[in-house]
């Protein structure tokens, strides 16, 4: 979806400063010319104009209440009276602060690593590149998401810090606020489209002047992930699919319109809830699930598991479906960083290319010869 910038905020500038109406039309086209640069993301808007630009975030939570818009102006830049209650961004950005690691790629693909700061827990960050940083003091852990440390905060002033939230009550927020920190709210999280959630990186892009690398690097990725595409667009969807695994006594199974079925889909398998309409997940007994998808012939599950065994060890029950049977059965989440961290968590939201490939590689091995897994392990 694109979400166009409201023009009846300028309609005052045209009345106070056009002499003649020849310079009313003028301006017109000029406004009538600008556009939001987003194409997939439904949650986010970049206007951009000749001194600033406007960046909108909607939705960045489940059943959020209101929009949240902020102005990235440039150096020496003019922003209009009538955008000057929203906040104001200095940008090319000089420091940051993140909270998420899938924020981290996006940094690395433009290059501007160097500018991040701070990061709460930072053993969860699995990027060779980064880990660097923060091992030679660069990147300092500023706590944890819902407890940041606001006193080192304030220290390291960070130009920005973009963090995310959960719901409408979000106390860390306003408490960073309300000590002069600059803080934008981010929602890639929420997005349920492979394409949409790596547009993102044009955020990025224009919080640190690289709007045409940003553009660059999301395009290429695009064309990547349809090409990917036109592998499978004549192959029948053969492989039955089971997603996920317990969770204490709970099945969570992805619902029909999440990020991880958009995939199957996209991938061509018939993933067995594709029907269940909705986003996130949906938690089953797991007699409904054994009910279900006894004779899935792949399993793609949940969690770090390293083998069969292990996952038997999890829970024995598992043993009696034909995919553990049939040592068909796929892990995305056992690669791990040198502290711990998930490599899929990280990396995947940013390359959605990847992950789609290795889908493919799973449900039609006869493609994609000679490659190899980016997140995927099948388990032995």
């Known amino acids: 979806m694109r979400h166009l910038l409201p023009k009846m905020i300028f309609i005052a500038s045209f009345f106070i400063f056009s002499g003649c109406k020849k310079n009313e039309k003028a301006e017109a086209v000029k406004i009538e010319n600008v556009k939001n640069s987003i194409e997939y993301a439904s949650g986010l808007s970049i206007v951009k104009y000749d001194d600033y630009s406007v960046v909108t975030v909607s ?6 209440n209101k929009d949240f818009k902020y102005i990235l102006k440039e150096k020496d830049g003019k922003v209009p009276d009538s955008l000057q209650n929203y ?3 200095q940008v090319p950005l000089e420091s940051v602060v993140v909270t998420s690691t899938t924020n981290i790629p ?7 690593e160097d500018k991040l700061v701070g990061f709460p827990h930072t053993d969860y960050i699995s990027s060779e590149k980064t880990r660097v940083l923060i091992d030679k003091g660069s990147v300092k852990n500023v706590g944890q998401n ?3 440390n606001i006193e080192q905060l304030i220290e390291l002033s960070p130009d920005l810090i973009v963090t995310f939230g959960v719901d409408n009550n979000n106390p860390m927020l306003d408490n960073l606020k309300k000590s002069g920190l ?3 709210i981010q929602g890639d999280w929420m997005e349920q489209s492979p394409i949409g ?6 955020l990025y892009g224009a919080l640190f002047g690289k709007e045409d690398k940003a553009k660059e690097l999301f395009d290429k990725i695009v064309q990547s992930y349809n090409q990917a595409k036109k592998l499978v667009a004549d192959k029948p969807a053969t492989s039955k699919v089971l997603y996920g695994s317990m969770y204490e006594d709970v099945w969570y199974v992805a619902k029909g319109n999440s990020w991880v079925a958009e995939f199957m889909k996209d991938a061509k398998a018939n993933y067995l809830w594709a029907d269940l309409k909705g986003t996130g997940s949906e938690g089953l007994s797991f007699e409904k699930v054994l009910d279900k998808a006894k004779d899935a012939n792949v399993w793609i599950a949940s969690g770090s598991f390293k083998s069969l065994e292990e996952l038997q060890k999890a829970n024995p029950h598992y043993g009696e479906f034909d995919a553990f049977k049939n040592k068909s059965v796929y892990n995305f989440e056992g690669k791990l960083g040198a502290t711990g961290g998930t490599v899929y968590y990280e990396l995947a939201p940013s390359r959605p290319d990847l992950v789609l490939k290795d889908y493919i590689k799973i449900f039609h ?3 994609l010869s000679g490659y190899e897994f980016t997140f995927a392990s099948k388990l032995n």
């Open 87 to 89: 906040t104001t961004i």
């Open 106 to 112: 996006f940094l690395e693909m433009l290059e501007v």
């Open 365 to 367: 091995p006869d493609l």
């Open 146 to 148: 819902e407890k940041l």
């Open 59 to 64: 939705n960045p939570w489940p059943n959020a």
């Open 182 to 184: 600059n803080v934008l």
């Open 197 to 202: 959630k790596a547009e993102w990186i044009k």
